[in-house]
């Protein structure tokens, strides 16, 4: 499955897995406010990610504090492969 999808995501195609977009402009997140959640671009040299044992975590360079979102691979569908897309994409 993820190999299918980054095939994708390589020939030009915007995809999306976990409620997260990936494009060739970068990601977008869906960011916690206090009132609602909006959804964020973060553009790739902008992209920051941590891995931990039970989630990880992308988030916005500049801005860590408010741009960030953690994705749990035993509650979030697909975690995993988007864990993966984002080892690829970035490694890209």
Do not use: P
């Not at 995501?9 to 999306?16: H, N, R």
């Not at 960011?31 to 959640?37: A, F, G, H, N, T």
């Amino acid at each position: 499955m993820a190999r299918s999808l980054y095939q994708k995501y390589l020939s030009g195609e915007s995809i999306s897995v976990c409620n997260v977009d990936l494009s060739k402009e970068g990601i977008t997140i869906l960011v916690d406010k206090i009132i609602k959640e909006k959804r964020t671009l973060i553009e790739w040299n902008d992209v920051g990610v941590k891995y931990y044992t039970t989630h990880f975590t992308i988030y916005s360079k500049a801005n860590t504090a408010d741009i960030n979102h953690g994705y749990y691979y035993l509650t979030d569908w697909n975690a995993g492969i988007l864990h993966i897309l984002m080892k690829w994409a970035i490694k890209d």
